[in-house]
């Protein structure tokens, strides 16, 4: 076996169980794209085995921190069964049959996503170890989720850092999955996994769609950054007076709109505007127009923490602009899916919104991803969203 050998004193993180070997920690290193590597300490103690990624920064990731424990067929077939457990056991099982299915890192398959759309599963070979276990873990998705196709979103921008090239399509059977209809707490949603953003529906908001339903009855709602109308759908089952849903993506829309016509709700309370929602919220503003209840879930305005300061500023806009819109006694959801926005900057950045807009304001609940999105304790960068739920006075 080829063998990873550690950097004096750089064993530290992988003691604490973290999944990923930067290259700054490796003395040496030797193998091919996905290789399985004997991880060693700069003393020839083994800690680990690794898949390596010799194109990018972070250079191997942990498969196992038992040194007796082989990657083979065997090993992925457990670690699918183990995720694919953790999910029959969640009490949203019970009420969809859409979920996360693995979650990379913290299922302990580094790189790897699977959602299962019903009978359709998508899965996304995100990094070069993975990459190389490819037909094995698909095989084992076919036997233990059971499904009718699989189909293939390698098309992330995070595998060019691994120096993969995109893939999209079926990898397993062969259906139209331009709409995949899925149930989510009985409401009806077309799923276009071949087209749609990232793997063709936002499964982390689920429960939090499930806390504006709540809240909506009776409420004029604005659900900004609306995608295939998730928020907009929910708030209206839930009793909202009237919803106003933002989008600036054309074919998001038109599955929004369908989306609408298949659920048994008043599709007259509901209007869908093709716009920029930063641009939207100011002719609003200037309308003097006012919502009971706002949502913002926007797109990662700071995947790294390279670009957070400007991200600040546009979670901070939109958030001033949607407090100025909401009546006393209204609501905002207010959400950040940035890897690079702390939940403590997120709070402070719609903290000094709130100030600007001479609104008082407090927190009622704090949001996060639904349960099928596990995040390992050793690995905090897998926790991206967090969202607040804001009562101005
Ligand atoms: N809330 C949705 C997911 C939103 S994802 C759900 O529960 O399903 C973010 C959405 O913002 C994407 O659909 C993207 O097309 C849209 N978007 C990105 N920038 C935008 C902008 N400036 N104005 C309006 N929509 C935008």
Redesign the pocket.
């Known amino acids: 076996m080829n063998v990873l050998v550690l950097k004096p004193g750089r064993e530290k993180s992988l003691k604490r169980r973290h999944p990923w070997i930067f290259s700054g920690a490796v003395e040496k290193a030797g193998g091919t794209p996905g290789e399985t590597l004997e991880v060693r300490d700069s003393s020839g103690k083994v800690l680990a085995h690794a898949a390596y990624s010799p194109k990018s920064q972070i250079r191997a990731r942990v498969w196992t921190f038992d040194p007796g424990e082989a990657i083979d067929a065997g090993f992925f077939r457990n670690r699918i069964e183990k995720a694919l457990a953790l999910r029959d056991a969640l009490p949203a099982a019970k009420h969809t049959n859409a979920l996360r299915l693995l979650n990379g890192e913290s299922d302990g398959l580094p790189g790897l996503v699977v959602d299962r759309y019903a009978d359709v599963l998508v899965a996304q070979f995100l990094a070069a170890g993975v990459e190389r276990w490819r037909d094995t873990i698909l095989d084992s998705l076919t036997e233990i989720a059971g499904c009718e196709a699989i189909f293939e979103r390698s098309d992330a921008e995070v595998r060019k850092l691994e120096g993969l090239e995109p893939r999209v399509g079926f990898a397993r059977g062969n259906r139209n999955a331009a709409r995949c209809p899925i149930i989510e707490y009985g409401l009806n949603f077309r799923v276009d996994v071949e087209q749609g953003?990232k793997t063709g529906?936002?499964l982390d908001?689920r429960e939090n769609?499930q806390r504006v339903r709540a809240l909506a009855a009776g409420r004029e709602v604005l659900?900004?950054?609306?995608?295939?109308?998730?928020?907009a759908i929910s708030a209206l089952a839930g009793g909202a007076k009237r919803v106003t849903a933002?989008?600036?993506?054309a074919p998001?829309l038109e599955v929004a709109k369908e989306n609408l016509a298949a659920n048994p709700l008043d599709a007259s309370k509901v209007e869908f505007v093709q716009?920029?929602?930063?641009a939207r919220l100011r002719t609003l503003r200037d309308q003097n127009a006012k919502y009971d209840l706002i949502?913002l879930?926007?797109?990662k305005f700071a995947p790294t923490a390279a670009q957070v300061k400007n991200a600040a500023r546009a979670y901070k806009d939109i958030n001033l602009l949607a407090l100025k819109l909401l009546a006393p006694g209204g609501l905002l959801a207010t959400f950040s899916c940035s890897g690079g926005v702390s939940a403590e900057l997120f709070q402070s950045i719609v903290a000094g919104a709130a100030a600007d807009a001479g609104a008082g304001a407090k927190i009622l609940e704090r949001f996060g991803a639904a349960a099928d999105h596990p995040v390992a304790l050793e690995f905090p960068e897998g926790e991206y969203l967090k969202g607040l739920l804001v009562l101005k006075r």
């Open positions: 953003q529906f936002f908001q769609r659900d900004g950054f609306s995608y295939t109308g998730g928020f933002v989008e600036s993506s998001a716009a920029d929602v930063f949502i879930d926007p797109p």
